[in-house]
Protein backbone atom coordinates (compact mmCIF):
# COMPACT_ATOMS: atom_id res chain seq x y z
CA UNK A 1 0.00 0.00 0.00
CA UNK A 2 1.07 3.42 -0.61
CA UNK A 3 2.09 4.85 2.45
CA UNK A 4 1.30 8.53 1.39
CA UNK A 5 -2.61 7.96 0.67
CA UNK A 6 -4.62 10.51 2.50
CA UNK A 7 -6.35 9.38 5.51
CA UNK A 8 -9.89 8.30 5.44
CA UNK A 9 -12.87 10.49 4.54
CA UNK A 10 -14.63 9.56 7.06
CA UNK A 11 -12.34 9.81 9.94
CA UNK A 12 -12.11 13.03 8.98
CA UNK A 13 -15.42 13.83 8.73
CA UNK A 14 -16.29 11.95 12.15
CA UNK A 15 -13.63 14.16 13.95
CA UNK A 16 -14.98 17.35 12.39
CA UNK A 17 -18.18 16.72 12.72
CA UNK A 18 -17.53 16.33 16.66
CA UNK A 19 -15.17 18.89 17.03
CA UNK A 20 -17.52 21.61 15.09
CA UNK A 21 -20.34 20.40 18.00
CA UNK A 22 -18.10 20.67 20.65
CA UNK A 23 -16.78 24.22 19.16
CA UNK A 24 -20.63 25.11 19.00
CA UNK A 25 -22.13 27.65 21.52
CA UNK A 26 -24.75 25.95 23.64
CA UNK A 27 -28.36 27.43 23.16
CA UNK A 28 -31.21 26.90 25.60
CA UNK A 29 -34.76 25.92 25.61
CA UNK A 30 -36.16 29.26 25.63
CA UNK A 31 -33.46 31.14 23.24
CA UNK A 32 -34.56 31.61 19.72
CA UNK A 33 -33.31 29.84 17.03
CA UNK A 34 -30.89 30.47 14.49
CA UNK A 35 -31.16 29.75 10.26
CA UNK A 36 -31.68 26.65 9.16
CA UNK A 37 -32.07 23.78 6.65
CA UNK A 38 -34.35 21.59 8.82
CA UNK A 39 -37.65 21.30 7.08
CA UNK A 40 -39.25 20.74 10.51
CA UNK A 41 -37.72 24.23 11.93
CA UNK A 42 -38.55 26.09 9.11
CA UNK A 43 -42.06 24.43 9.32
CA UNK A 44 -42.22 26.34 12.75
CA UNK A 45 -42.08 22.87 14.92
CA UNK A 46 -40.15 23.50 18.21
CA UNK A 47 -38.73 20.03 18.60
CA UNK A 48 -36.85 18.17 15.28
CA UNK A 49 -35.09 14.53 16.32
CA UNK A 50 -31.92 15.67 13.96
CA UNK A 51 -31.74 19.38 15.59
CA UNK A 52 -31.73 18.17 19.16
CA UNK A 53 -29.38 15.23 18.62
CA UNK A 54 -26.70 18.11 17.53
CA UNK A 55 -27.80 19.91 20.28
CA UNK A 56 -27.67 17.66 22.67
CA UNK A 57 -24.35 16.73 21.91
CA UNK A 58 -23.13 20.52 22.31
CA UNK A 59 -24.70 20.32 25.38
CA UNK A 60 -22.59 17.36 26.50
CA UNK A 61 -19.36 18.48 25.33
CA UNK A 62 -19.97 21.76 27.80
CA UNK A 63 -20.84 19.60 30.47
CA UNK A 64 -24.80 20.39 30.88
CA UNK A 65 -25.61 16.40 31.22
CA UNK A 66 -29.60 17.99 32.06
CA UNK A 67 -29.63 19.65 29.06
CA UNK A 68 -28.35 17.08 26.82
CA UNK A 69 -30.66 14.77 28.09
CA UNK A 70 -33.48 17.14 27.86
CA UNK A 71 -32.80 18.12 23.95
CA UNK A 72 -32.51 14.50 22.81
CA UNK A 73 -31.58 11.20 25.00
CA UNK A 74 -29.73 9.95 22.26
CA UNK A 75 -26.74 12.45 22.45
CA UNK A 76 -24.75 10.18 24.71
CA UNK A 77 -25.07 7.09 23.23
CA UNK A 78 -24.16 8.90 20.06
CA UNK A 79 -21.21 10.68 21.10
CA UNK A 80 -20.24 7.22 22.86
CA UNK A 81 -20.57 5.52 19.12
CA UNK A 82 -18.84 7.79 17.31
CA UNK A 83 -15.94 7.84 19.49
CA UNK A 84 -15.67 4.27 19.26
CA UNK A 85 -16.01 4.21 15.47
CA UNK A 86 -13.18 7.36 15.55
CA UNK A 87 -11.34 5.04 17.13
CA UNK A 88 -11.79 2.17 15.27
CA UNK A 89 -10.88 4.08 12.16
CA UNK A 90 -7.60 5.57 13.85
CA UNK A 91 -6.32 2.11 15.01
CA UNK A 92 -7.11 0.97 11.22
CA UNK A 93 -4.88 3.98 10.00
CA UNK A 94 -2.20 3.52 12.27
CA UNK A 95 -1.85 0.04 11.68
CA UNK A 96 -1.81 0.61 8.02
CA UNK A 97 0.63 3.56 8.22
CA UNK A 98 3.32 1.59 10.29
CA UNK A 99 3.43 -0.97 7.70
Not at 2 to 27: F, G, M, Q, V
Not at 66 to 77: N, T, V
Request: proline share 6%; charged share 15%.
Amino acid sequence: MNRLSPIPLELILWIAALSLLALAKPIDHHQEYHFTFCPLANLGWRWCPGCGLGRSITQLFHGNIKESLRFHWLGIPAVLIIGFRIATLGKYEWKRIKN
